[in-house]
């Protein structure tokens, strides 16, 4: 295991946990971040290949999607108002076209304890975010799905 070490110098910080393989990175959002940017930012900045991650912290808002197999687009969820992360996972992969994507997943809870989930499209931390970033040694490709609208990952690409 390597000593943490900074990676970057603006307001989210991250922090490798091991050397790997596989290695892990841990990410830390500040109040006011938005998540899909700046992880997609952050794995583009570092060339991060095939990754999954997980988290935990709280949204003061967000926007989750159901996707629509029939139409092939997705049906926005307004989350409004401050919410815990219960559950956050998804992966990170070249999108085919030279670019990173992050497919992520999210159950929020509210105050009275029901909760809302689906695909996170957009969310703002407040008051942080920590996600642990585990990354193997090889690229994941996506590629288009014509049945479904979607790009899903080809494991032999």
């Not at 092939?72 to 219960?86: A, K, S, T």
Request: glycine share 12%.
């Amino acid at each position: 295991m390597s000593a943490l070490h900074r990676e970057r110098s603006d307001p989210m910080k991250a922090a490798t946990l091991t050397d790997g393989p596989p290695v892990q990175h841990v990410l830390v959002f500040e109040p006011g971040e938005e998540v899909v940017s700046g992880l997609t930012d952050w794995a583009t900045e570092n060339q991060i290949p095939g990754s999954s991650f997980t988290g935990v912290g709280a949204f003061t808002e967000a926007t989750l999607g159901y996707y629509d197999l029939d139409r092939q687009e997705y049906d926005e969820i307004p989350v409004d108002g401050q919410v815990e992360v219960l559950v956050l996972a998804g992966d990170i992969t070249l999108d085919g076209q030279g670019g990173w994507k992050v497919h992520g997943h999210v159950v929020c809870g509210r105050r009275d304890g029901s909760t809302v989930g689906g695909h996170l499209l957009r969310a703002v931390v407040r008051p942080t975010l920590e996600l642990v970033v585990t990354a193997s040694d090889r690229h994941l490709q996506r590629r288009q799905d014509a049945a479904s609208g979607l790009a899903l990952i080809d494991p032999a690409a």
